[in-house]
């Protein structure tokens, strides 16, 4: 990994190539590698920005971009490759720069959220799964990573977004329910349109957006298994 403390930039990429906290199967830990592949064909100078038709507009033009490479992983010792990412965005933030993970399976999602110590935070969360079952004590996979990152005293509102389909139950529910989770359905967004739900998320403040391709219509991201 690149030395982050000579990082000067306003976005940095950190790669998490972990899928010990998957329950079925593994894969995801090959995440950040093919997500830098396929971004060598597009192949654009960051700094000028990107440009949309829509609007006829340039966002981020003049920032500056690093991809401060991937988290040493310490296979069978989940709690100190977890230990590492908190090191490694704590750096980043320190920085000041803008942390953008990529993973890796949703279980990461913990100490990345823990290294914005005394940080106030909404955090949105894009799932087709509430993520919200019970672990054993002390346990961290990608279901039950809401539950051990909302008593995280920095996360003010969890706002859970896309939910949809079979796997989610009555007992992740219940415990969405306790954690006083704000649930936006994918069932409501048909109804209602995208921008229905956008207008639930209070603007204003400090915002983590937490991402499982899962949330995708499964014929745009056929390559997850549990979508």
């Known amino acids: 990994m690149p030395d982050i403390e000579k990082v ?24 950040p590698r093919e997500m830098r592949e396929s971004s060598q064909e597009y192949n654009h100078d960051l700094t000028e920005g990107f440009y949309y038709i829509d609007g006829d507009r340039t966002t981020l033009k ?6 401060v490479g991937d988290v040493n992983v310490m296979p069978t010792t989940p709690s100190r490759t977890n230990d590492l990412v908190t090191e490694a965005v704590k ?46 004590p002390g346990n961290l996979d990608h279901a039950t990573w809401v539950v051990r990152t909302a008593n995280l005293p920095q996360v003010q509102k969890i706002v859970q977004i896309g939910m949809r389909g079979i796997a989610n139950d009555s007992e992740a529910m219940g415990n969405a329910r306790a954690l006083h989770n704000q649930i936006i359905t994918s069932e409501e967004i048909h109804r209602k349109g995208v921008l229905a739900a956008l207008a639930q ?27």
């Open 8 to 31: 000067q930039a306003d976005f940095a990429v950190l790669g998490v190539p972990f899928d010990e906290g998957t329950w079925g199967q593994p894969g995801e830990r090959y995440g």
């Open 62 to 67: 003049g920032k500056r971009w690093v991809d």
């Open 91 to 136: 750096k980043i933030l320190a920085k000041r720069a803008f942390p953008i993970v990529i993973g890796g399976d949703h279980s990461i999602t913990f100490p990345v959220v823990r290294a914005f110590d005394g940080v106030r935070l909404t955090l949105i969360h894009l799932d087709a799964h509430l993520d919200t079952w019970n672990g054993g």
């Open 201 to 227: 998320v209070s603007p204003g403040g400090n915002i983590y957006v937490s991402f499982d391709v899962d949330v995708m219509d499964p014929t745009l991201a056929p390559g997850t298994w549990h979508a």
